[in-house]
């Protein structure tokens, strides 16, 4: 009973140690740091919303300004109350690929 009860608890630990899905690897990741600026000083662009393939991610972060994608074609879409969007088609190639990407809006 205590041999089946080990080997159960093996199987269950191991079972959660493998993944079924497709695994991603760093080198199927990139970097993409995001830079956004506005004429008017008084305006904070850390508040302009961020989009990645029609997905909010948050604000932009001056601690965090660096997105980690996967590689291949990405849409980056940047909104700030005021402004006009800027919309960017990027590829992201793999590590250890450091893209930078400076945004000034314009106003609406």
Do not use: W
């Amino acid at each position: 009973m205590k041999i089946a009860l080990c080997l159960l608890t093996m199987l269950l630990t191991l079972s959660g140690c493998v993944t079924s899905g497709p695994t991603v690897s760093k080198s199927d990741m990139g970097n993409l740091e995001l830079n956004v600026y506005t004429h008017d000083k008084e305006i904070d662009a850390r508040f302009a919303d961020v989009y990645v393939d029609a997905i909010f991610l948050g604000n932009i972060s001056p601690n965090k300004p660096i997105l980690n994608l996967r590689e291949g074609d990405h849409n980056i879409r940047i909104e700030l109350k005021g402004y006009k969007s800027y919309e960017k088609k990027i590829f992201i190639s793999g590590d250890p690929n450091h893209q930078v990407l400076n945004v000034l809006l314009e106003k609406q």
